[in-house]
Structure formats: structure tokens, C-alpha cells
């Protein structure tokens, strides 16, 4: 299948957009993948040459997300213009998302930049395309995000081949890792840069909407031109692939507090708990309500709940079993619950849950 690439009808949309293969499920994003700036811009105040370098773009990233995505029918979306225009992997309360200063080259053109209008006519659009693009999605995508970092920094070399950058969702960042590694490669962990930053790009699509992802950083070195870039991606393919597989069917999983109102994250988990609380009672009262009617319209039911609740109890060390669990959602032992205020299932109710497990298993 040939792959449409849609571009801007207008000067200033700021990505690059390549549409998947249906059912895909995968889609890559490369925040620096251009050294371009739109019409009006000149050079920034900047010399030329500057722009061939990793200052204005991540050299390499771009053509490494295009045969990805290509190789897997994937969406990508890439930055179209430079990251010295706007740094689309920063928050827009981030003090540098317009860089007056970057690697000792000062920036003249962004000394009286109006940063609200760069946000507006180049951040934002990117930041919605992503948006549009998971919402459009089958169930959950996975995010992987393109970047690359130069092979020495401030007179240190940089040993890596290949940095795996993650917050704390480490679903599919684990299982990259452990696959580079047995592929040779020298591997960052959250090497040269950090994946716990808030407000960066992954951030906002990937934890925040509980989605898999992780940020792949490159040597620059390995991918200096196309046909570098290009063979390189076809080495990380099969990791990739590998890695997908060991990471299991993909699901949202939320990994810090939820919503973006400013509040201290001790408050937002007070506030989900207390919302945790508030089903449980719900569900408590409403013995009437069936768990095969749970099932059938939602997809989970009280047992789903204690098993999420035991497997949240795991990641800090508590050992609950199962029972033990799902006594916190029912208010009584499973079994006691089952013999006062389970009903014989309906044909009905039976055939819609059969209807409902084939949809979720096809």
C-alpha cells in the first residue's frame, strides 16, 4: 500500500502528516524533525550554516519517523518548521519554548518574539493534530516519539547508541530496552535526557491520556544523512516490533494524577481516591446491577475493579490475593456477595456477553 502524506494547503501548518493503514494502532511523532522556517522569518538574525546543525533540528529523526511509519502503516506527525521557531517538546508555560540562547549561539530574531503568537499559529495546530489523530484511533494507540542528540556534549562523549526515554508508565520502554541491548547496542536508560519532564510532548499525549508510549534518541552520528537514517530505522524495526509484541495489547493506563488543573499531585490523588471511594459505595448500593450487565455495556465489573485494586497494591509492595482484593469493592467476601445477589444469566444477557467478548478478542 502507498502511503499519503498530507501537507499543508497553507503557508504556516506546522506538520507534516502521514495517514496509516487502517487498525494500525502506532503512532510516531517527531517534535524536531525540520531545520525549515516559514516566510517572514529570514534566518532568525542566525548565519545559514546554523541550520545544519542540531540546534535548529534533530539531524536524522525525521527520516528514521518516515520509514517507521512506513514499515509499520503507521501515522506519523513531524514538525514542519525549526525548533528555533518554537520547540513543539515544551509546555507552553516552558521558558524555552522560544530559545533566545541555544548551544552559545544567541538567537536575534527571537529577542522580541510574541511568543503568544508562535504558540497560537505553531504549537497549538501541532499539539491538536496529535489530539485529533488518538482520538481518531481503534481503542488505544502507542505513541513512540523521534528524537535524536549530538555525540558529544560540552567536550563529554556520549556513549549511548540509542536513549529510551520514559516517565512511569514503563510498558513498552522496558521491553525496547532490554531488546536494543540484545541487539548491541550501547543503551540509555532515560539517557542523555530525562522522560520525567512535565508538559513535554509525551507528557501530555502519553501519560495524561494513560496511553504506552516512549521517546527513542538516537546518536546523531548513526543517522547523519538519509541513507544512514533510513538503515537505521530498518535495524529498529524488528526491536520495535518485538517490543510491541512483549508489551502486550495496548490499554490506558494512568500513571499520574489525572487532568491538567493546576493543583499539587498529593491533592489530585486525594481527589481520585476520593472518586474510587465514591464508585465502590455506588456499586455497594446497587446490588441489583448485575456484573454480566457491567460487562456487557462497559466492559469491566466489581471483579475487574478488585483486580485492579490488587495488581495498584503489587506495584507497592503489598501482596493481596484475589479475594482479598475484591472484598474492597463487594463490602463482603466474593463468595457471599454471589450467593445473596447474583441472578442466573439470561439468554439475553449471556448472548450479549459472548457478542461483547468477540468484539473485544476480534
Request: aromatic fraction near 8%.
Amino acid at each position: 500500500m502507498r502511503f499519503k502524506y498530507r501537507f499543508s494547503m497553507t503557508e504556516d501548518e506546522p506538520f507534516e502528516y502521514i495517514s496509516p493503514r487502517a487498525g494500525a494502532g502506532l503512532v510516531f511523532l517527531c517534535d524536531h524533525a525540520s531545520r525549515a522556517l516559514p516566510p517572514g522569518f529570514g534566518h532568525l538574525g542566525l548565519a545559514p550554516e546554523l541550520f545544519a546543525t542540531h540546534i535548529a533540528s534533530d539531524i536524522g529523526a525525521a527520516e528514521v519517523t518516515r520509514t517507521l511509519a512506513a514499515h509499520f502503516g503507521a501515522s506519523a506527525v513531524l514538525a514542519r518548521w525549526s525548533r528555533l521557531l518554537v520547540d513543539l517538546n515544551r509546555g507552553e508555560d516552558d521558558p524555552t519554548l522560544v530559545m533566545m540562547l541555544s548551544d552559545g549561539s544567541v538567537i536575534p530574531g527571537n529577542r522580541a518574539a510574541c511568543v503568544a503568537e508562535r504558540i497560537a499559529r505553531f504549537h497549538r495546530p501541532y499539539h491538536a493534530r496529535i489530539a485529533e489523530e488518538i482520538a481518531a484511533s481503534d481503542g488505544a494507540p502507542v505513541l513512540i516519539s523521534m528524537h535524536s542528540f549530538t555525540p558529544a556534549w560540552k567536550g563529554r562523549a556520549r556513549p549511548w547508541h540509542v536513549g529510551v526515554l520514559w516517565d512511569r508508565d514503563a510498558r513498552l520502554a522496558r521491553p525496547l530496552i532490554a531488546g536494543l541491548e540484545r541487539a548491541g547496542f550501547t543503551v540509555g536508560d532515560n539517557e542523555p535526557y530525562s522522560g520525567e519532564l512535565e508538559n513535554d510532548c509525551l507528557y501530555r499525549h502519553g501519560t495524561l491520556n494513560g496511553l504506552p508510549h516512549a521517546l527513542i534518541e538516537i546518536r546523531q552520528d548513526l543517522i547523519a544523512d538519509d541513507a544512514a537514517a533510513r538503515a537505521f530505522a530498518l535495524r529498529l524495526a524488528p526491536i520495535i516490533e518485538a517490543a510491541l509484541a512483549g508489551m502486550g495489547a495496548a490499554h490506558i493506563r494512568f500513571t499520574r494524577p489525572l487532568g491538567a488543573t493546576a493543583m499539587d499531585e498529593k491533592t489530585r490523588e486525594s481527589l481520585e481516591a476520593a472518586a474510587f471511594r465514591r464508585l465502590v459505595a455506588h456499586l455497594r448500593e446497587r446490588s441489583d446491577v448485575q456484573n454480566i450487565d457491567l460487562m456487557n455495556l462497559a466492559g469491566f465489573c466489581r471483579n475487574c475493579l478488585g483486580d485492579w485494586y490488587r495488581e495498584a497494591a503489587a506495584e507497592k509492595g503489598i501482596v493481596l490475593d484475589k479475594d482479598e482484593a475484591r472484598e474492597v469493592v463487594y463490602g463482603m467476601k466474593p463468595a457471599e456477595w454471589k450467593r445473596k445477589y447474583q441472578k442466573e444469566a439470561t439468554p439475553a444477557q449471556q448472548a450479549a456477553f459472548t457478542a461483547a467478548q468477540k468484539k473485544t478478542h476480534s
